[in-house]
């Protein structure tokens, strides 16, 4: 028997997933205190964020490409730690 999931069961699962994981009551919350907002925000995404807690005013690509650039030397002072440890004899 082949473990075949048709898109339907797929969703189900997903909603199921969403709900265990407490995802649909945090995104009910944020929409109902952008429902319940006197003054509508100019920009709705901004204000969810900050409501989910993300930080205001971050560089999410400069970041990201700073995490790419300390893997690379990391994984290049690896390299030189395995190098130094194989002239030492360790």
Do not use: C, W
Request: charge should be negative; avoid cysteine.
């Amino acid at each position: 028997m082949s473990n075949y999931q048709t898109p339907e069961s797929k969703k189900q699962e997903f909603r199921k997933y969403l709900e265990k994981s407490g995802v649909i009551d945090a995104l009910t919350k944020v929409l109902v205190g952008l429902y319940e907002e006197p003054d509508r925000p100019a920009n709705a995404v901004d204000y969810i964020k900050r409501y989910m807690g993300a930080p205001a005013g971050v560089d999410v690509e400069a970041l990201r490409a700073e995490l790419d650039q300390l893997k690379a030397d990391k994984a290049q002072l690896q390299e030189t730690i395995a190098q130094l440890n194989q002239k030492m004899g360790h």
